[in-house]
């Protein structure tokens, strides 16, 4: 194996997005998820910048800070910034999120972690999201690796059985406690166990 590409949103970050519809219900209670989640995935395609998510929504005033706060209550995972310094001595590692441009930017550069990467693969730039085959195949191209010598992590299974379809070898950090039949790891020591 030679490359180890993790996912954003559940794995690196103990969020998993989950937590966003209920962060806007604390405002506006009467929204409806998909009234939430409408303005937030066009952001995650680069339809629209990531303060025009709160607009839609109908937050008012600064929208910046709005924004900020928000991705202030973003935490990483516990262990991975040992797993990540560690990997980053045996692979070459890379991050493919569905995200907005701007949520991304924010969380990577608080958090130092644009370091260990050498692809970064991010919906809102690339205006392609997982499962799209295609935002897998440009990540592994940049990479210069085949799909088999690569190990994609994500918290999802339908991310996890695209990659697998492209020969990718995948293990699922299960942090949202799902049901998965296939290979899966409950934390980032589990995982270092294994790989490292």
Same mark, same amino acid.
């Given at each position: 194996?030679?490359?180890?590409?993790?996912?954003?949103?559940?794995?690196?970050?103990?969020?998993?997005?989950?937590?966003?519809?209920?962060?806007?219900?604390?405002?506006?209670?009467?929204?409806?998820?998909?009234?939430?989640?409408?303005?937030?995935?066009?952001?995650?395609?680069?339809?629209?910048?990531?303060?025009?998510?709160?607009?839609?929504?109908?937050?008012? %005033? +600064? /929208?910046?800070?709005? *924004? #900020?706060?928000?991705?202030? @209550? &973003?935490? !990483? $995972?516990?262990?991975?910034?040992?797993?990540?310094?560690?990997?980053?001595?045996?692979?070459?590692?890379?991050?493919?999120?569905?995200?907005?441009?701007?949520?991304?930017?924010?969380?990577?550069?608080?958090?130092?972690?644009?370091?260990?990467?050498?692809?970064?693969?991010?919906?809102?730039?690339?205006?392609?999201?997982?499962?799209?085959?295609?935002?897998?195949?440009?990540?592994?191209?940049?990479?210069?690796?085949?799909?088999?010598?690569?190990?994609?992590?994500?918290?999802?299974? %339908? +991310? /996890?059985?695209?990659? *697998? #379809?492209?020969?990718?070898? @995948? &293990?699922? !950090? $299960?942090?949202?406690?799902?049901?998965?039949?296939?290979?899966?790891?409950?934390?980032?020591?589990?995982?270092?166990?294994?790989?490292?």
């Amino acid at each position: 194996m030679k490359a180890v590409i993790l996912d954003m949103y559940g794995v690196i970050l103990k969020q998993t997005g989950d937590d966003f519809v209920p962060y806007v219900q604390q405002t506006f209670p009467n929204l409806k998820p998909e009234e939430i989640y409408k303005p937030w995935l066009k952001a995650d395609i680069g339809e629209i910048p990531s303060l025009q998510i709160w607009e839609e929504i109908g937050f008012r %005033g +600064n /929208l910046e800070k709005i *924004e #900020k706060n928000y991705l202030d @209550t &973003i935490k !990483l $995972n516990d262990g991975f910034l040992d797993f990540i310094s560690t990997a980053k001595k045996k692979y070459k590692l890379a991050v493919i999120s569905n995200d907005s441009s701007g949520w991304s930017k924010y969380i990577r550069e608080k958090f130092d972690i644009n370091k260990y990467f050498d692809v970064i693969s991010i919906s809102g730039d690339l205006k392609i999201q997982k499962p799209d085959e295609r935002i897998f195949n440009l990540t592994i191209d940049k990479l210069k690796v085949k799909a088999k010598d690569c190990l994609y992590i994500d918290d999802r299974e %339908g +991310n /996890l059985k695209a990659a *697998e #379809k492209l020969g990718m070898k @995948t &293990i699922m !950090l $299960n942090s949202r406690n799902v049901q998965y039949s296939g290979d899966a790891v409950n934390s980032f020591k589990e995982l270092a166990e294994r790989i490292l």
